[in-house]
């Protein structure tokens, strides 16, 4: 069994559509970080949350420590939203992590 | 402030022979990640390193080594290369060495490895 699990794997949604991606852990963590890939390889950090909501511009994450589970949020999607989003959760030594699988998301104009 | 930069982007390789990859940190960043990306297995972490010592190790063959050098900057290695090698090899640094990814880490663009 994985420690992070994600759903769903694939997403497609039309241009301005409510996205909501899932994140479930097993491992005890004190925050947990969402992560966005474009094709072409690069990975940006999106969220590094440890209770309660963050909110950055039209994406919002939310955790629920106790239920272990978190959800990232995209509002008004767009196609420039379009990547792969990777939920990861801490190890307890260092900056190593559990990774989820990703969910690829498409937007459709 | 500039990123995270990695050299070079992207690289072919024979069989049998050896890659160094280069990533240099953020400027006041002291430590640094290297992971392993392909289609079947996702994101796996490679080692990791702070003040020139690694400090952990992902569970990978010997062939695979790295560094850390005292400007931050790290390497690292693969010898004997074979063809499961080919992968999206990304580095990450971070302000500093913690428990539970209590920092935010900012990855580089990735080297592109092919091993022919």
């Known amino acids: 069994k994985n420690e992070v699990e994600q759903s769903p794997q694939n997403l497609t949604a039309q241009e301005g559509e409510f996205i909501t991606i899932n994140c479930s852990y097993s491992?005890?963590?004190?925050?947990l970080h969402w992560l966005q890939q474009h094709p072409g390889g690069g990975i940006v950090s999106l969220f590094m949350?440890?209770?309660g909501k963050k909110k950055h511009g039209r994406l919002i994450a939310t955790i629920n420590i106790q239920e272990k589970h978190s959800s990232l949020h995209i509002t008004a999607s767009h196609p420039r939203d379009s990547a792969v989003y990777i939920c990861?959760?801490?190890?307890?030594?260092?900056?190593?992590?559990?990774f989820g699988t990703g969910t690829s998301l498409t937007v459709i104009p | 402030k500039a990123g995270v930069t990695q050299t070079p982007r992207y690289l072919i390789k024979t069989r049998g022979q050896q890659v160094t990859l280069s990533c240099s940190p953020i400027?006041?960043?002291?430590?640094v990640s290297w992971y392993q990306q392909t289609p079947g297995q996702g994101l796996q972490f490679l080692f990791e390193?702070?003040?020139?010592?690694?400090?952990n190790k992902g569970n990978f063959p010997g062939r695979f080594s790295g560094r850390q050098f005292s400007n931050s900057r790290s390497e690292m290695n693969v010898s004997t290369l074979e063809l499961g090698d080919s992968a999206l090899y990304l580095c990450?640094?971070?302000?500093?060495?913690?428990?539970?990814?209590?920092?935010?880490?900012?990855f580089g663009p990735g080297t592109r490895l092919t091993v022919t």
């Open positions: 491992v005890g963590i004190s925050a």
């Open positions: 400027s006041g960043h002291r430590s």
């Open positions: 990450a640094s971070s302000l500093n060495y913690g428990t539970s990814g209590s920092y935010e880490q900012y």
């Open positions: 949350l440890s209770s």
């Open positions: 990861a959760a801490p190890r307890d030594t260092g900056n190593q992590f559990y």
């Open positions: 390193y702070f003040s020139e010592t690694q400090r």
